[in-house]
């Protein structure tokens, strides 16, 4: 409603004089009506302020009618600004204030401090949110804390706050630099004995790559996803060569510094207590080749399996390997290295055949969210089947997001007594629609229906088995990092670059589970190569040795 008609304007003198003749008893037969378009007035502004989010704009609106004129650039922004929660913009609040309600997470600042949010599109960020610049203290040339206060007038003295003004600056530079040392050489006139001048400290003697170079490359390509020649034509562009080979060279030098870290993340995660796992394609062209010559019986597709492994201290390893083996084969390769006294692990997996194909001893569980997907694909068609299948698992989802801070048996026991009627009901109800012939087995919702009765058991593993997840969610996110690789970069050359590539990844995606910075993990891996090789177990991507680096710098005069 942008006017009100039922509003008429009057003047405030009107009102004035009406109000004394209200004192003195003397309405005539026009102040009724008067009266009565005050009373009018005042019953819309009160309905309008027991609303939950009503703005003075809008308040103005339904008073006096929106002025039809065009907005200009300074209108727009205040029209935002009356938009923004807490002026005017309903769905926006409620949508926070619910996220707010609903959150179980005591330490999560974002929810606690929800109403003061800043509006969309300020463009500012905090220095909390920069863990990666450099820190340099600057200190007062001239003043120090007890020196009296430089100001005329005042016989006040300095002291030093606690919190220090933090300036963020920005600075742009090749991806590769490189500096070139001209070092003078002097010679003897007798014996021709060569002395040439020392390189400055830090710069190494027999190397021409830095660690952060390698670091540098090896993370555009295996994190950031950029092809090795889109890397050579930029650092072209900036006037220092890098080849497509030499960048592979240094990548494999990452590789083998890191590698010792990467075998014992290996033989950890064949201890494991659940394995998330699943597959996707990869292109490695000397595996095209070598189909060529190979029979039709034999293996010619290749995958790239990715695993999420949990340990028994609740950390988190990501790994990626690239051959022709898939998910369930690498599975049993990781599994040789378990120790037999070890129960059992869980392996969450979705139901295709490969996945069950291995021959080490797990509690096989599928994903309940690949089942839900089989229904949301038929929807448009069979809305109200699809809609019975989907709430059922909804309240299931539900019911998991009280379980975050359990353990795992108190977990179990929550899932039995709330997720288990559920699943229950749903599955008499998919058998009851067979009995009664209400879906036809081959249509694509008896398929559907028939996937989730076949594979019940393991999709509701978790209501037998302490510490099982109800989806592979995890898998899928590490294995959409490998995707959007491919995207890129395509393909592998050969099979020992698809190791280099799985080796680099997994300790990038496994510094991400963890919370740790990659770069920062792995130049400190390139610092303490022999070290690492020797104690693996202190350089792993939640116990390794932290480098801050700080630089202590006067300050300047502007």
């Known amino acids: 409603m942008k006017n009100n008609d039922d509003i008429h304007s009057t003047d405030a003198n009107e009102i004035k004089h009406l109000i004394n003749r209200v004192k003195q008893g003397e309405l005539d037969q026009g102040d009724a009506h008067l009266i009565e378009k005050l009373l009018n007035i005042l019953l819309t502004i009160v309905s309008l302020l027991e609303r939950k989010h009503t703005s003075i704009r809008r308040m103005k609106e339904f008073l006096f009618g929106m002025k039809e004129k065009k907005r200009g650039k300074g209108e727009t922004e205040n029209r935002a600004q009356d ?12 949508s926070l204030n619910e996220t707010a309600s609903n959150s179980t997470c005591e330490g999560d600042s974002s929810i606690q401090e929800v109403g003061r949010l800043k509006r969309p599109g300020h463009g500012r960020m905090a220095a909390s949110d920069y863990p990666g610049a450099r820190l340099v203290r600057l200190n007062h040339l001239e003043m120090a804390p007890g020196d009296p206060c430089p100001e005329s007038d005042c016989e006040g003295h300095l002291h030093q706050l606690e919190q220090p003004n933090v300036k963020i600056y920005l600075t742009g530079q090749p991806l590769i630099s490189a500096t070139k040392f001209e070092r003078s050489v002097l010679r003897c006139s007798d014996c021709f004995k060569r002395y040439v001048a020392d390189l400055p400290e830090g710069v ?3 190397e021409k790559f830095d660690e952060t170079a390698d670091v540098a490359i090896a993370l555009n390509k295996y994190s950031g996803g950029i092809p090795f020649y889109r890397q050579a034509r930029m650092q072209e562009n900036y006037g220092v060569p890098l080849p497509e080979s030499v960048q592979f060279e240094r990548c494999e030098a990452v590789a083998n510094a890191v590698f010792p870290v990467y075998r014992h993340l290996v033989e950890l995660s064949a201890d ?4 998330h796992i699943d597959d996707t394609r990869v292109r490695i062209l000397s595996c095209y080749r070598e189909d060529k010559h190979r029979s039709e019986k034999e293996r010619r597709a290749t995958h790239t399996s990715g695993f999420v ?17 898939h998910a369930g084969e690498n599975l049993d390769h990781v599994l040789e290295r378990r120790s037999p006294s070890l129960p059992a692990p869980i392996k969450m997996s979705d139901a295709a055949a490969v996945n069950g194909k291995k021959r080490a001893q797990t509690i096989d569980a599928n994903c309940l969210a690949h089942g839900r997907g ?7 068609i069979f809305p109200v089947e699809c809609r019975q299948v989907m709430e059922a698992i909804r309240k299931v989802y539900q019911y998991d997001d009280q379980t975050e801070r359990m353990g795992d048996q108190e977990r179990l026991e929550y899932h039995q007594k709330h997720s288990g009627p559920v699943m229950s009901e749903l599955r008499e109800w998919i058998e009851g629609e067979f009995r009664d012939m209400r879906v036809e087995p081959n249509s694509s919702l008896g398929k559907a229906f028939q996937y989730m009765l076949n594979h019940f058991g393991k999709l509701t593993r978790f209501l037998s088995a302490p510490g099982t997840p109800i989806d592979n969610n995890a898998a899928e996110r590490v294995l959409k990092r490998f995707v959007l690789f491919r995207k890129n970069s395509l393909f592998y050359k050969t099979e020992h670059g698809a190791a280099v590539g799985g080796i680099l990844m997994s300790l990038i995606e496994s510094c991400r589970l963890n919370c740790a910075n990659p770069w920062e993990y792995l130049l400190t ?11 693996p177990a202190a350089f792993l991507p939640w116990n390794y040795p932290r480098e801050e680096e700080e630089e202590e710098a006067p300050a300047r005069a502007a």
């Open 83 to 94: 938009d923004w929660p807490g002026a005017g913009g309903s769905s926006q609040t409620d």
């Open 204 to 206: 190494k003697e027999d």
């Open 272 to 275: 494991g207590k659940l394995f």
């Open 309 to 325: 492994v949990k340990d028994e201290g609740e950390h988190k390893i990501a790994l990626y390997f690239s051959s022709r083996r």
């Open 374 to 380: 089989k229904f949301k694909e038929l929807e448009e």
């Open 525 to 535: 891996l390139m610092r303490n190569k022999e070290e690492a090789r020797r104690n």
